[in-house]
């Protein structure tokens, strides 16, 4: 049975059960591509989606070093492909919590409509329910407090056209594909401070298993991890990861709460005129808690 999954910086990984049981996790040697098998591999990647649509409902805890105080938030995100382009509809809900007291602050709420592919667009509702168009290029994180962005996402580095294979190697006992892949002008100029992006992907399920934003001394100055998987019904998904920014040591620790995986939602929710609509409610039969 060939894998299914889908994949954004998450790696929301969503493997065909059959498939993960099927195959060896521990495959013989590692033989190094050619630049354009490469290049045939990551295209493949770049055209990857799981099965239906799905709906996650998530919790958020920012852990700083510097203090006890975390940024706590919730959220759901909902999730499509129209004609091959990812798109993300996004609620998340922020409050701090000082001690065992969580506060809201003034700006609480933020409903986003996250596109990728090629052309990645950024999409916001404004506080009349407006959507506003934003920066596609913009890397600011969700909140003040978070180290976690639209940008991570949104993934364009994924489609960035200049790239180099690195090799292929084990990493924590699987072995994957490396890439470093560049921006284009408008990007580089928008933010000298990011030289690259080293990606890892999985070599026998094609899918993401690490991702390091690269600074100008080609240091990581941003990575992620996958944490635990859960099974829901038919398919296995990522329940937590970390997110980390390694200049200050902070990081966002990421948790589902609760997965809908297989719908069949309608493309005119992922619409930026939907953004100032009610946010879709799925009926709790349809979720599996985690």
């Known amino acids: ?74 959220g759901t995100l909902w999730g499509t492909w129209i004609d091959d382009v990812p798109h993300l509809r996004l609620t998340v809900r922020r409050q701090i919590r000082l001690g065992a007291t969580l506060v809201s602050p003034t700006k609480t709420v933020r409903r986003m409509l996250i596109v990728g592919g090629e052309n990645p667009e950024l999409w916001e509702a404004g506080a009349d329910g407006v959507p506003v168009k934003i920066d596609s290029q913009n890397t600011e994180s969700f909140f003040e407090g978070l180290v976690l962005a639209p940008f991570d996402l949104q993934t364009p580095f994924v489609y960035w056209r200049d790239f180099k294979y690195l090799n292929t190697r084990r990493l924590r006992g699987r072995v994957s594909h490396f890439y470093e892949l560049f921006p284009p002008e408008g990007f580089k100029v928008a933010h000298p401070e990011i030289e690259a992006v080293r990606i890892a992907m999985d070599r026998t399920y094609n899918a993401l298993v690490s991702v390091e934003t690269l600074g100008g001394n080609g240091k990581a100055i941003k990575k992620f991890s996958l944490g635990s998987v859960k099974k829901v019904r038919e398919d296995y998904i990522f329940k937590t990861l970390e997110v980390r920014d390694e200049r200050s040591r902070d990081k966002d620790v990421f948790e589902v709460k609760y997965a809908a995986l297989r719908l069949d939602l309608s493309i005119s929710y992922f619409e930026p005129k939907a953004l100032g609509e009610k946010d879709l409610e799925l009926p709790s039969s349809v979720f599996e808690r985690f």
């Open 1 to 74: 049975m060939k894998m299914r999954f889908f994949i954004f910086l998450f790696s929301f990984c969503v493997i065909s059960a059959g498939t993960l049981f099927s195959q060896s996790h521990f495959e013989a040697g590692a033989r190094q591509l050619t630049q354009e098998a490469a290049a045939v591999e990551l295209e493949k990647f770049r055209h990857a989606r799981m099965p239906g649509d799905f709906c996650l409902m998530f919790q958020i805890v920012h852990q700083n070093r510097d203090n006890d105080d975390d940024v706590y938030c919730t």
